[in-house]
Each structure stands twice: as C-alpha cells, then as structure tokens.
C-alpha cells in the first residue's frame, strides 16, 4: 500500500527511521530545521559506546541496514584519573566504544547517514521548521525546558598519538566527568556537568589545565565545541498518531549522557513498528524501560559517591577481569537496581527540580 512518510529532524533518530522506511520502498520526507544534518556540533568526537549490550554496537547497526560510511575508530584502551590525579588503565578485548565524528563536514556520523538517505531517494527539506502536528515521526532531538545534562570544551589539531582519557573529580567535574579523546591527529577535550550549571566554563578551565598537566599534548587551533541534553521517566512514545524517536522521546543514558546508539535504536524500531503495524508504545517500553531505570538508580549513586566512591568505581574497575563486562553489569537492572528506583527517582527529582525526570 503507498504510504508517504514525514519525520521531524535529520538526527541519527530521524535518518535510521527514514533509512528504514525508505528500504521497504515507501516514500519518506524529512524536514531539517538547520541547512545541514549535524548543525547542533561542530566536529565533536562522541563515543558510540559498546558496553550496554553484549552485541557489538556496529554489529547492531549493520543489522540495521546501515553502513558505517562515517569514521569511525575503536578504542579498546581507556585512561581513567581520578582527584589524585592518580591514573588507571582499562584494557578490553573487544572496543569500549567507537570514535565518530558529529557534524556537517565529511567524514561525521550525521553526514553519512545523510548521504545513505539521499541515495534511497529520501526527500530531505532543509531550513525547514515543521510542527510535530504535520509529521508521522518526532526526531527533533532535545527539548530545553527538560534540561539535565550540559557539555562544553574544545577541539583542537595535535601531534599527540590516539588516547582516551576520563577524569572524575568533583573539583571539575562537579558530578559529572570530563574526557580527552584523540583520533588521528584531532581532539576532543570537554567536561560534562549534571548539577551547577553555571560553573562550566570555570570548571572546564581547571580540566584543560589538568589535562594539559597529565599528558603534555600540543593544542593547535582549538575551537569551541559543546551543547545540552534530556532525559525523561516520562518517556512519550506516541502522542496523537506522532511516534517520538531519540531524545525527543526522552531517551538517553542518564548516567553518563550516552543518546546515540538509543537514538539509533528507537529510530529504528519506530520505523518498524509503522511497517509492521506493532504498537511502537509497548515495544519501546518493552526495549527501553529497564536500561532507562536503570540510569536513573546510576545517577542517584553517582551523585552521593562523590571523590572517594568515584576512586573505588575507578578500583573495582580495575581489579575486575574484564573491563567492559564490568560497566556491562553497572547498566543491567537488576533486583537490587529495581528495588533502589523508586527512591532513586524522588531523590533525583527532589535535588533537580528543573530537569524533567
Ligand atoms: C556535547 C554533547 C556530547 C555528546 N556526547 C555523546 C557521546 O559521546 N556518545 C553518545 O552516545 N551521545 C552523546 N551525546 C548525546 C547524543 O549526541 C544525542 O543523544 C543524539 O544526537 C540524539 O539524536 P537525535 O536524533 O535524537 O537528536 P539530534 O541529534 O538532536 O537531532 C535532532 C534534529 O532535529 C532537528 N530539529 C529540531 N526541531 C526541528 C523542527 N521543529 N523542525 C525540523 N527539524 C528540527 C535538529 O536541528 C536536529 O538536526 C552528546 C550530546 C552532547 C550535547
């Protein structure tokens, strides 16, 4: 039967349920705010993170239809620093996560989705606004008022050789964390922040310099990158005859802010759910709703650890025999995990009033 789509946003959410829909030969319009997919980052360098599920994340992807056209570059090494500036080395067998790019220029995540869109003869509108009202799927990414999570940093050029750092300090990275990824020649140094919002920059000033100190990298031409991000209990999933992808849906690791690879996956399973004529409703809350909880139960720990339990997560790490396996587990819901949520949940709501929890 014909059916003409219509999908709000050219995100990773927007593009997969678009890719999707289109492989099954119906026709399917995306409208894009912005003149470019990817506008909302400028060459960031994100993990697609490969612990929450024991499938491999390109694996998943490519069971997805889709082709990892994009860079995209494994990190089976991870440095973790702690207040003390002491550092801990994880290694795994298999990649902790996979480098991607975000953005408009050659080579991101963004714009090679896009290109596998146009060449299924997607029809993608750009600078062009849409109201939920007139589309079939809701991709349009974070709402503000929903606020949880910010990030700001740099990229840069360097000599230095590939790294991945983590640092966890309350000093700097007030329960949150900062990271210094390097690829090729290009980095990435930003610090992400749950709480106090309004002393990023300070904040990220004392992370450079931490950064700067353990490592001795070169920055040449830095530029600065960052953004915000949601997350919802509350998920809403279908709303009149709209379906919500990504975080429009208010999808998204409430841990550490991991969106992508849940984004690629409700986009996904919207998508099949029209073609299968499923109940997208109850088959994302059948897929979501544990990891989600889950997150919340992280977070509320993670806020009350502060310094010396981010030392102890960073040593129970280390002393476990496999790295990945270990964060595998911090994402499982488990009994204990189930019976700590609801008071994680009013705790967190409590303390963050203005996040959408
Ligand atoms: C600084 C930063 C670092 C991050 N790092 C990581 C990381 O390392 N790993 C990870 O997994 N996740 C990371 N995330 C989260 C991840 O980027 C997001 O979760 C993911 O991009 C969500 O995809 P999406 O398709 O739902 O939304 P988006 O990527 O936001 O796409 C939504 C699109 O909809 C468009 N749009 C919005 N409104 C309209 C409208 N009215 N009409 C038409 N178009 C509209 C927007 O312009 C945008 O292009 C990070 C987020 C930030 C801010």
Redesign the pocket.
């Known amino acids: 039967m014909y059916k003409h789509f219509k999908i709000?946003?050219?995100?990773?959410?927007?593009?997969i349920a678009a890719i999707t829909l289109a492989r099954e030969n119906y026709e399917v319009t995306v409208?894009?705010?912005?003149k470019e997919?990817?506008?909302?980052?400028k060459g960031?360098?994100?993990?697609?993170?490969n612990w929450s599920s024991r499938v491999n994340v390109l694996d998943e992807i490519i069971n997805f239809g889709i082709e990892t056209n994009f860079d995209c570059d494994p990190f089976c090494s991870l440095i973790g620093v702690d207040s003390k500036r002491q550092t801990t080395k994880f290694r795994s067998q298999q990649p902790f996560?996979y480098l991607v790019k975000?953005g408009y220029l050659p080579g991101t995540l963004?714009q090679g989705l896009k290109e596998q869109a146009l060449e299924l003869g997607i029809d993608i509108r750009f600078n062009?606004?849409?109201?939920?009202d007139e589309v079939d799927i809701v991709?349009?990414?974070?709402v503000p008022k929903r606020l949880c999570?910010?990030?700001?940093?740099i990229i840069f050029e360097t000599d230095a050789e590939d790294m991945a750092y983590g640092m966890l300090d309350d000093a700097n990275s007030y329960k949150g964390y900062s990271?210094l990824l390097i690829t090729k020649g290009y980095g990435c140094m930003?610090t992400?922040l749950f709480d106090k919002f309004s002393e990023i920059h300070q904040q990220f000033a004392l992370v450079r310099e931490t950064f700067e100190q353990i490592t001795n990298i070169k920055i040449i031409k830095p530029s600065i990158?960052?953004?915000?991000?949601n997350f919802s209990t509350k998920n809403t999933f279908v709303k009149g005859r709209q379906l919500y992808?990504?975080?429009?849906?208010g999808?998204?690791?409430l841990l550490w802010?991991?969106?992508?690879?849940?984004?690629l996956r409700?986009?996904y399973l919207a998508a099949r759910c029209l073609i299968e004529g499923k109940d997208y409703a109850a088959e994302a809350k059948k897929l979501f709703y544990d990891s989600s909880r889950a997150s919340v139960v992280n977070r509320a720990m993670w806020e009350y650890m502060g310094n010396s339990g981010y030392r102890l997560f960073l040593s129970l790490g280390r002393r476990s025999k496999d790295p990945k396996e270990f964060l595998y587990k911090l994402f499982q819901y488990n009994a204990w995990r189930r019976l700590a949520f609801p008071i994680a949940l009013w705790d967190l709501r409590r303390r963050h009033t203005k996040a959408g929890y």
């Open positions: 709000m946003g050219a995100g990773p959410a927007g593009l409208y894009e705010k912005n997919c990817g506008m909302r980052f960031d360098l994100q993990g697609l993170e996560f975000r963004d062009t606004r849409v109201h939920e991709a349009s990414g974070p999570a910010i990030d700001t940093g990271y930003c992400v990158v960052g953004g915000y991000g992808v990504g975080e429009a849906a999808l998204q690791d802010g991991f969106g992508i690879r849940i984004a409700s986009g």
